[in-house]
């Protein structure tokens, strides 16, 4: 309207962030990584973890401390995407902060039939999972990982042209990792591949955040004369 004065803000105020990458060229990695899972699935003799998981092969949460090559590469890769997200929340760049992290982590082997039901990761932060073989599934929804948006009414009226859901369905691919709210509902429906399927999870507890002193060039004193 005109002649009529106002300021605007535009607020977030229920975000739920998520950090979704896609690695490329970790093939050896992955290869490596997948081998180290499935060696292990046959020494267990069929023994499993029972959590949400429905058939398949659930490990131990002592996956980090696996002796293999493979592990330190990983803990790399997911201390790495937590910083993003924990930036994300902060609204900082991740590399002005460090951060003291506790992580628990397993693997998982789906066969075909196998899925997860609906559930959280409790007394954690984020939850992170990596795909370094997603098999050989098809393009249907089966073998996605979805998640329930936490907004209970969310789509109880919806804006014309603005398009309604209450969940979102991600399809795995090998060399993705994703780090989410531990809190968020999630399932993982039938995997109906031939191959089976290897993915690795972890619970990551934030336990402080310390600000990193800025770096200082030997020579700024000259700048700031």
Known sequence: M??????????ELFP?????????????????LTQRVLEREA??????VLRSNVGGWHSD???LR?????????????????AE???????????TFALNLHMDAWANVSRSGHYAR??????????????????DGGDTPAGCLEFLDPRTRVTMMNTPGVSGQDSVCVRPRTGMMLCFPAWIYHYVHPYD???PRVSVAANVTVRGVQDKAPVQRPDAAIFEA
């Open 2 to 11: 005109r002649g009529v004065d106002f300021t605007e803000e535009r607020i």
């Open 16 to 32: 739920t962030r998520f950090v979704r990458r896609q690695y490329d060229g970790l093939e050896r990695f992955n290869r490596g």
């Open 43 to 48: 020494a267990a003799q069929g023994e499993t």
């Open 61 to 63: 949460s002592d996956l």
């Open 66 to 82: 696996w002796d293999a090559p493979e592990i330190t590469v990983l803990i790399e890769l997911m201390q790495s995407v937590v």
């Open 85 to 95: 997200a924990v930036g994300l929340e902060l609204r900082k760049d991740p590399g």
């Open 118 to 135: 609906p559930h959280v990761h409790p007394l954690a932060n984020f939850a992170v999972v990596y795909y370094p073989d997603v098999g």
């Open 193 to 195: 591949g031939t191959r």
